[in-house]
């Protein structure tokens, strides 16, 4: 495949078409897109990324109502909510949090460490790394339940979390002279804000602006932290770094409401 420049200039295909490429990409639904969702499309899509976070913390929160439903303990119905998350995503950012911390954790320098990252191999930090990333939510979501705010916070941490995609491909260059992230192309400034823009109305209209506006920090905090970190390892991101700060986001968002009153 040949790489694309950075600063692809996306096509206009409008809203609808936009969507269809951000729901084939970052969930499994069977969803055709003519000419894929390389050279641009992706970047041109970037800002609906919080719109499929909706409809993935939407499902995740009927999952979690029905298991509740039925009587089942809330970290089962927890554990339920996040397994239908994982489910509907095909565990796109799972995969990729494993990914990089693997390759962070194993690689001695950016050659090693993206090539770690490309091996589908898991390793001791990946493994470690999904038992914290599931595990921290599904406790956040339990001590949630309490307060009858778990699928809210479902329905907000998934389109927030899914808002620092596009702001990482807009502020971080390609680590790689190949590869997804390079395809994928660069969402201008109006693209990111848009997403961004989406997922913080989107958040304060679900939570509300004292819960809501604490959790958006934290989830800024998580994802800048990663790009922070993939700077400094590997020169940029990938479209690992991009899975692996959507699970920093939403970990963070969801135990700044933890942490928060209720």
């Known amino acids: 495949m040949q790489a694309e420049p950075q600063n692809d200039a996306p096509g206009r295909a409008g809203p609808q078409a936009d969507l269809r490429v951000a729901f084939a990409f970052l969930t499994r639904l069977p969803l055709r897109v003519d000419g894929g969702v390389g050279a641009g499309r992706l970047a041109a899509a970037a800002w609906a990324f919080p719109v499929v976070g909706l409809a993935v913390g ?30 509907i995503t095909g565990a796109l950012h799972e995969d990729a949090l494993a990914d990089v911390a693997d390759g962070f954790g194993g690689g001695r320098d950016k050659a090693a460490k993206l090539a770690i990252m490309r091996d589908s191999r898991l390793g001791s930090y990946g493994a470690l790394a999904l038992i914290f990333s599931i595990g921290l939510r599904v406790t956040a979501l339990t001590a949630l339940a309490a307060a009858d705010a778990a699928a809210t916070a479902l329905i907000a941490a998934a389109a927030a979390s899914r808002a620092v995609l596009p702001a990482l491909m807009h502020l971080l ?39 809501g506006l ?41 135990l700044a409401l933890v942490a928060a009153p209720h």
């Open 58 to 87: 939407a499902l995740a929160a009927v999952a979690l109502a029905l298991a509740a439903g039925i009587g089942l303990p809330a970290p089962v119905a927890a554990l339920t909510a996040v397994a239908a998350a994982v489910w």
């Open 173 to 211: 260059p390609p680590a790689r002279a190949d590869g997804m992230s390079r395809h994928a192309g660069r969402p201008d400034a109006a693209r990111t804000g848009w997403a961004v823009g989406i997922a913080v109305v989107a958040v304060l209209v679900v939570l509300g602006i004292d819960r």
């Open 214 to 254: 604490p959790a958006l920090v934290a989830a800024a905090a998580g994802a800048a932290i990663v790009g922070w970190l993939a700077r400094r390892q590997i020169g940029g991101q990938t479209g690992d770094v991009l899975g692996s700060a959507q699970q920093a986001a939403e970990v963070a968002f969801l």
